[in-house]
């Protein structure tokens, strides 16, 4: 079925640093969120996408429908971005979203 | 952020035990998603409604759960006798429905003992 793959699974930061998160899709998606999922559980909306590039204070993310990827960059990062992301696609006329299965960030000092 | 509100934040359920969980989806939004997120992060598409009517629910939904969004009222979910697999983030979103784009609520943490 379709399939989101996100990488890296886990991720490391010094503070001041960045780095990008990546998702691939294995079928044509109609569009793509990115969430972080805090200690509490709750999934913070970061970005929707449609198609191409939004930025949001430090973080940026591009959707390429046309070669079935996402990314999110996170440019100076602080210890407050420590948590897991997610990306996940729309697929369908029905709106469902598939996950990909995280990535842990850990900002350090 | 979202204002999809979900209630309880935490169950716990013996086996075999009935468990509730609700949401209000937010305002204007009439289409509502029920996901089950596991412990190791993989999501399950459970059931989701557009006001009152079922759009699409998965196998484990139509035979073990019961689910309704009656109109003036929160949504539900039920699992009709819990298993210890049931055990997992239970997460409600809701969506204005052209845009495709999805608020998630906090969730409610089911612990089947």
């Known amino acids: 079925g379709d399939q989101v793959e996100q990488s890296p699974s886990a991720l490391s930061l010094h503070e001041g640093t960045g780095s990008a998160l990546r998702c691939n899709f294995t079928?044509?998606?109609?569009?793509v969120q990115w969430f972080q999922q805090n200690s509490r559980g709750s999934l913070i909306n970061l970005f929707y996408?449609?198609?191409g590039t939004k930025e949001n204070g430090r973080l940026k993310s591009t959707f390429n429908s046309k070669e079935s990827y996402s990314t999110l960059h996170i440019r100076d990062a602080q210890l407050e971005d420590s948590g897991t992301y997610f990306c996940?696609?729309?697929?369908?006329?029905?709106?469902?979203?598939?996950f990909g299965l995280g990535t842990t960030l850990q900002v350090q000092p | 952020n979202s204002k999809v509100i979900q209630t309880p934040r935490y169950l716990v359920k013996g086996q075999g035990q009935k468990a509730k969980m609700r949401c209000i989806p937010e305002k204007g939004h009439p289409v509502v998603f029920w996901y089950q997120q596991n412990k190791n992060n993989e999501f399950k598409f459970l059931i989701n409604f557009q006001n009152q009517e079922v759009l699409q629910q998965i196998d484990m939904t139509e035979k073990r759960f019961s689910a309704e969004c009656p109109s003036n009222s929160p949504c539900s979910l039920e699992i009709q006798s819990s298993e210890a697999g049931d055990s997992a983030l239970y997460l409600c979103a809701s969506s204005r429905g052209d845009t495709g784009q999805l608020y998630f609520g906090e969730g409610s943490k089911l612990t089947v003992l």
């Open positions: 996408l449609a198609s």
């Open positions: 079928t044509t998606m109609r569009a």
């Open positions: 996940a696609a729309i697929t369908g006329n029905t709106g469902k979203l598939i």
